[in-house]
């Protein structure tokens, strides 16, 4: 499966961006998928993660309110909608899948997704 993520990009403080995935070989009802980032110098961390059954999504507390996830089952794409950017959310933004349905425990763990998009760049200016 090969993951292409799209859509980063230089925004002001409290601008929006919307990053697409588009992975190549995949039925999305079966899957689980789910965006991280990392900050230079920083861990890889998680933002939000949807299991298109039942289709629920999840959020990293830091981003909750702020950015959405969802998917286009016809277009086979993955989205993460981003509004009310910081600074802080500067990073590079991977999407991440896995084959299935992940347990709710599993949904925050980088570990837990076997396929990875090459990264898009996010930065936020103040």
């Known amino acids: 499966v090969q993951l292409q993520a799209s859509g980063g990009g230089l925004v002001q403080t409290g601008g929006s961006l919307r990053l697409s995935c588009a992975p190549s070989?995949?039925?999305?009802?079966?899957?689980?998928m789910a965006w991280f980032r990392q900050a230079p110098g920083e861990e890889r961390e998680f933002v939000a993660a949807?299991?298109?059954?039942?289709?629920?999504?999840y959020y990293a507390g830091s981003v909750k309110g702020r950015f959405t996830i969802s998917g286009d089952n016809a277009k086979r794409t993955l989205y993460l909608q981003m509004n009310s950017l910081k600074p802080e959310d500067t990073a590079v933004y991977y999407c991440?899948?896995?084959?299935?349905?992940?347990?709710?425990?599993?949904?925050?763990?980088?570990?837990?997704?076997?396929?990875w998009g090459q990264g898009t760049q996010v930065t936020v200016s103040s």
């Open positions: 949807t299991r298109f059954t039942p289709g629920s999504p």
């Open positions: 991440a899948l896995h084959r299935g349905t992940l347990i709710l425990s599993a949904l925050y763990t980088s570990g837990a997704y076997e396929h």
């Open positions: 070989t995949v039925t999305f009802s079966t899957s689980t």
